[in-house]
């Protein structure tokens, strides 16, 4: 059995970076599910579709291209909220669950864990996650790092319509019917609003470690 770590948390609390350097410190596989919907409204977008429409949003998970993971074109405000359209679609859902629930089976690199971040990893994905967290932070807060983050990519936007795209995202991703962002009752929660980014990974770190050195103290024993 993998040993999981599930990070969940709202657009822009920081999960990302967390999960990614959770991995690297325990030396697990990652998987960043917000890849497979944002590769999926790519490529509805990019063939003139409508995510809002299941047909279109079917096409698009069908046709998603993982060697595009790392293409920064997956990375705008428009591809994320054309995501949480697709991600509303249970089609769409029950087309990514079996990928991501087959990365947790079989890691790539065969390596004892992995971890995941998204929205539903702890209370859909891996409801027995060896470890889960779910990530917070001031809406306001998430609106300032994204536009610092644009900044940094040369890229200038309005704080205040940075701030209303967030709040509108979270309400559709909250708020949607079927595995709406949500903490499971099992997950600790982490607020980063006052913490840096060394910090959080600090707090993120404290609450899953126990958790992990217990499985892989089991792993070797069984
Ligand atoms: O984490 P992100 O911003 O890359 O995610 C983009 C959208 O994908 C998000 O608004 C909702 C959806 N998503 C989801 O529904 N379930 C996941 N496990 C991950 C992302």
Redesign the pocket.
């Known amino acids: 059995m993998t040993i999981i770590i599930a990070v ?1 948390g709202p ?2 609390s920081g ?2 970076t967390l999960a990614r350097r959770l991995a690297r410190h325990f030396n697990f596989a990652h998987l ?7 590769l999926t409204a790519l490529s509805v977008l990019e063939a003139g579709g409508n995510p809002a429409i299941e047909a279109d949003a079917m096409r698009g998970a069908r046709g998603i291209d993982l060697s595009r993971a790392g293409d920064p074109a997956i990375r705008t405000d428009l591809v ?1 909220m054309a ?2 359209k697709v ?1 509303a679609i249970p089609a769409v ?1 029950a087309a990514l669950h079996d990928f991501q629930t087959g990365f947790l089976a079989h890691p790539p690199g065969d390596g004892p864990g992995a971890v995941m ?5 702890g209370t859909v ?1 891996a409801p027995h996650a060896t470890a889960k967290l779910f990530i917070d932070a001031a809406p306001e807060v998430r609106a300032r790092r994204r536009w610092l983050e644009l900044k940094g990519l040369g890229i200038e936007k309005d704080l205040e319509t940075l701030l209303g795209e967030i709040q509108a ?1 979270d309400h ?2 909250r708020t949607r019917a079927i ?1 709406p ?1 949500a903490k499971a009752p099992d997950a600790d929660l982490l607020d980063t609003s006052n913490l840096d980014i060394d910090a959080a990974f600090a707090a993120a770190l404290a609450l899953v470690e126990p958790k992990v050195s217990g499985a892989l103290k089991d792993r070797h024993r069984g």
């Open positions: 969940d657009a822009a999960k990302g960043d599910s917000g890849v497979l919907y944002r994320g995501a949480s991600s859902r971040d998204g929205r539903d990893i994905i995202r559709a991703d595995s962002l």
